[in-house]
């Protein structure tokens, strides 16, 4: 490995650390706002898929533009200061209207990290997509994804939700300063008009893709209600969420390793499958079950990284990954607010078995990929 790609991997690692960090903080504070500002559970779901909307859309664009710029990282920085600045008002937020104004604002600045960052890594790599670099850019979210909900815990148990937001983002202005020493190399847009990108199996990775951004998405929306509403203490619905969290570190580094030994498309079907399973088992011991369904979850996304882009020339990397990620993201906006509807009629726990479907899903999907 090179110093210009050490580079590229220490600005993925951390960008990673921070995007996902922070947007997967929010659902931890879900209870205490909607206990300030009393949502009701339709309200939570709106709230909870806001950001995933303009997420979505953000990511088509940021990768399409991206490509065209043929540089990356000032897209990457741009977005890291759109989502820190984002949540930081959202800190001074005394209105609902003004919570899902300022998501929706959280949600385009966190859209240009993957799809940007992703294309910035892959570049790196030039000749073969390593199942193994993906899986330590997938390590830097999760130790993000587990570090932000500890320290949310902590400021949230001495102050409150405002101070969270008022503190924890401004580590996103820092990272977007690190993509200024990236050095870059131009992508060269050869091939471009002569591949198409609209084909059978781009529309099966983002139905793939959307049916985990879906299934993720609802989870941790709804996962932090449940265990308030079943008695589960700010300390244990933070160690909890931590857990799940957790698993993601250890998931995505042996994911990588598996994607370069074992069929892709295998390890994606049973992962799905796995998940659905252990959903519906969850809460009858949320201790046991929160590990292993953390780990299926967080295994399934590097091997269908990797597939996706080992077919896809250079120039179109930016899109095509801003295209499965950014429609993903417009599905998994959908779940929480289906989950939240459920939740009115039938309580939390039933709204669960709209994952259980959606793994099904995604585990179907993923047998009718091409062959590894």
């Given amino acids: 490995m090179d110093a210009r790609m050490k580079r590229v991997v220490a600005a993925t690692f951390m960008g990673h650390f921070v995007d996902d960090g922070l947007v997967l903080m929010l659902p931890l504070l879900i209870p205490y706002i909607a206990h300030d500002f009393n949502l009701s559970y339709t309200q939570i779901g709106i709230f909870g898929g806001s950001l995933v909307l303009t997420l979505g859309f953000g990511q088509i664009l940021a990768g399409y533009v991206s490509d065209f710029s043929k540089v990356k990282w000032p897209f990457i920085s741009f977005g890291l200061a759109v989502l820190s600045l984002s949540l930081f008002a959202m800190s001074f937020c005394s209105s609902y209207n003004c919570l899902i104004l300022l998501n929706l604002l959280a949600g385009f600045g966190a859209s240009f990290y993957h799809p940007c960052g992703i294309a910035l890594l892959v570049k790196s790599m030039k000749e073969k997509i390593r199942g193994k670099i993906l899986g330590v850019h997938g390590v830097g979210g999760g130790i993000g994804i587990l570090m932000y909900p500890v320290c949310a815990g902590i400021i949230l148990n001495t102050w409150g939700w405002h101070e969270v937001l008022f503190i924890l983002p401004l580590t996103g202005l820092v990272s977007a300063v690190l993509f200024f020493f990236v050095k870059e190399e131009p992508s060269s847009h050869r091939g471009r008009k002569q591949f198409p990108l609209i084909q059978k199996e781009s529309i099966l990775m983002c139905i793939l893709f959307g049916c985990f951004a879906m299934f993720f998405r609802g989870f941790v929306t709804f996962l932090p209600v449940q265990l308030e509403e079943i008695g589960f203490s700010t300390s244990s619905v933070t160690g909890a969420i931590t857990l799940f969290y957790a698993t993601g570190i250890i ?10 030994m074992y069929s892709r498309k295998k390890i994606i079907c049973v992962s799905m499958l796995a998940a659905s399973v252990l959903v519906l088992v969850l809460f009858h011991s949320v201790w046991v079950f929160l590990v292993p369904l953390g780990f299926v979850l967080y295994v399934v996304w590097v091997p269908a990284t990797a597939s996706y882009v080992e077919g896809i020339p250079e120039a179109w990397y930016g899109t095509a990954l801003g295209l499965v990620q950014g429609l993903g993201g417009l599905m998994a906006a959908s779940s929480p607010v289906i989950m939240g509807v459920i939740a009115e009629r039938n ?14 899903v995604g585990a179907i999907v993923a047998l009718k990929l091409k062959s590894d």
Avoid: C, N, Q, Y
Wanted: zero cysteines.
């Fill in 347 to 360: 309580g939390v726990p039933a709204s669960f078995f709209l994952l259980v479907a959606i793994g099904v």
């Fill in 251 to 260: 998931a995505e580094l042996l994911a990588g390793i598996l994607t370069d």
